[in-house]
């Protein structure tokens, strides 16, 4: 079984929609999460930290829920620039990322 | 702030050819070091990881290695590449463990 499992999609919305990512992960020990962005042919970079509380920086938001060992990320109000692949990371002890395969995002006009 | 360098930043090599990309890390010191491969379609996969000069762990059986012959310098080689081995090489190193990881802007490999 994968550490993180995420839907490939692609999900592909209007400009101004609301759209939602969720990702599982399998160890219950896992420490921290995150949320990258990959843009096409580029290396990923880290879009938030997801912490038990939740947070939000601006129209991104982040859960976490150990309860049911998923997390998620809610975009509010897509542009055009959000099309990306969002990969979800879960940590172990030791500091070893486990990432997951992405989910494809496209905004259309 | 940590940079990470890579290079080169796009390579065709024919199979059975060796290759080695190198990975550099400025702005900090000791840093634990990762080689990542992403390949078509598919999510980052694991391949190395250095925690100090000279010391390697495998997390994948394949004809890939790797090296840390300094702090700051860590090396993925291979004596005779497959065309299995094309894909996105990624080095990289965690910012802080709040910051999650750093990456190298990566290595795009096609064996032909």
């Known amino acids: 079984r994968k550490e993180v499992e995420q839907d490939p999609g692609p999900f592909n919305v209007p400009e101004g929609a609301t759209v939602a990512f969720n990702c599982t992960y399998s160890n219950s020990a896992s420490q921290s999460f995150f949320w990258y962005r990959q843009d096409c042919r580029k290396e990923p970079k880290l879009l938030m930290s997801v912490y038990s509380s939740g947070n939000e920086d601006g129209r991104f938001t982040a859960q976490l829920n150990r309860a049911s060992q998923y997390i998620s990320l809610l975009i509010r109000d897509s542009k055009l620039s959000d099309s990306a692949t969002y990969l979800c990371?879960?940590?172990?002890?030791?500091?070893?990322?486990?990432f997951g395969t992405g989910t494809s995002l496209t905004v259309i006009p | 702030s940590q940079t990470i360098h890579q290079w080169p930043a796009t390579l065709v090599q024919p199979v059975g050819s060796p290759l080695s990309l190198e990975c550099t890390v400025e702005g900090t010191s000791n840093p634990n070091l990762y080689w990542y491969r992403q390949a078509a379609g598919r999510g980052l996969q694991l391949l190395f990881y250095?925690?100090?000069?000279?010391?390697i762990s495998s997390e994948v059986p394949q004809n890939l290695s790797a090296s840390r012959p300094q702090d700051r310098q860590f090396i993925l080689s291979s004596k005779k590449l497959l065309l299995s081995d094309s894909g996105f090489y990624l080095c990289?190193?965690?910012?802080?463990?709040?910051?999650?990881?750093?990456f190298g802007s990566g290595t795009r490999l096609t064996v032909v």
């Open positions: 250095s925690v100090g000069i000279g010391q």
């Open positions: 990371v879960s940590t172990s002890t030791g500091n070893q990322f486990y």
């Open positions: 990289a190193s965690p910012a802080n463990s709040n910051y999650g990881y750093t």
